[in-house]
């Protein structure tokens, strides 16, 4: 039933036009209209202004014709840099940039199987869960959108993301995650004439950073520093550094622990390094939960459906565990368990990003005889 040349069709459309971060206003309008006209309703939230963008996430909401609970569908509108003024290649049945940009495959491939899906049920009358569309606004940015969705908008308590590689598989784990950064304080002395009166926070810093376990602490839990900056000039004792870094976890219990280790390691450190009575080298220590964990049981009935619906189809489809965000953390952790799932993007943030129409294709088999199974109540049995 899936209309494989209209798929492909709309997919190069949306490939085309720019929605780089922040910038997701022009894509939306033309959902919008599409989302209208097949009969949704369409509304925005407030998310674009709080993010700094000129649009915010899109919700659009199919009434469906049966009485089960509601599904959510969800893709991100933004792509990363650079999509702007994407030249769509067609090729052996498989989508490309000319080279120069992303294809941004990520996500659109999501954005139009999921209006191709809904095209299908109403050109065909077929039996029809209520299903919520939620596609966000800044995912690529750090899952602005939906952090800063208004979830009061939304029935759904489940829901499926498009935004991964595999089409055999759905993310029902990843990994909570915390943003650390430490702000060293030294003191500043010309390092030729009289080193001895300044406190290097390069110096303070290393020496916290060389007491720290870093990279893959356990299977579920891993830290990194990334990013560290500081000092002005060789001649200069350096008065101040800066480090970024993050933890992943997940189980958030260790999340925790792993967090403390890193604040308490620099806080200690510094507190080494003073001499009496010095209130220098000092650290000021900033955490930020920058998402929260995924973990939906596997006899869920999201899962379940969806398993069930491959079944239907002949596939298999695997529960999966992911090292990265989506925003199904941030709706997991809003109440809204989603598992991810994939519609066949390759190579994605490169210039070599590439989809296969047959994936978007099975994506598109898949996520309609979820609906079918959903709206028929002959599943999760
Ligand atoms: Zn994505």
Redesign the pocket.
Known sequence: MIDEERLGQRFEAFARIDSESGSEALIARVLEKELTDLGAIVVFDDAGAKVNGDCGNLLAAFQGNTEVDPVMLS??MDTVVPGKGVNVMFEDGVFRSDGTTILGS??KS?LAIILEVMQVVKENNLPCPPVEVVMTVG??QGLLGAKHLDCTLLKSKFGYIL??VDTQGIVNRAPAANKISAKIYGRAAHAGSSPENGISAIYAASCAIAKLELGRIDGETTCNLGLISGGAATNIVPEYVEIHGEARSHDPGKLDKVTHTIVSTFKNTMAELQADGDALPRVEMIVENDFPHTNIPEDHVMIKLAQKAAENLGRNLACKTSGGA?DANVFFGKGIAAGVIGTG?TD?HTLKESIALKDMVSCAELVLEILQIHATGKAAK
């Open positions: 893709g991100h990520d996500d999501a995912e690529e935004d991964a989506a993007m994605v």
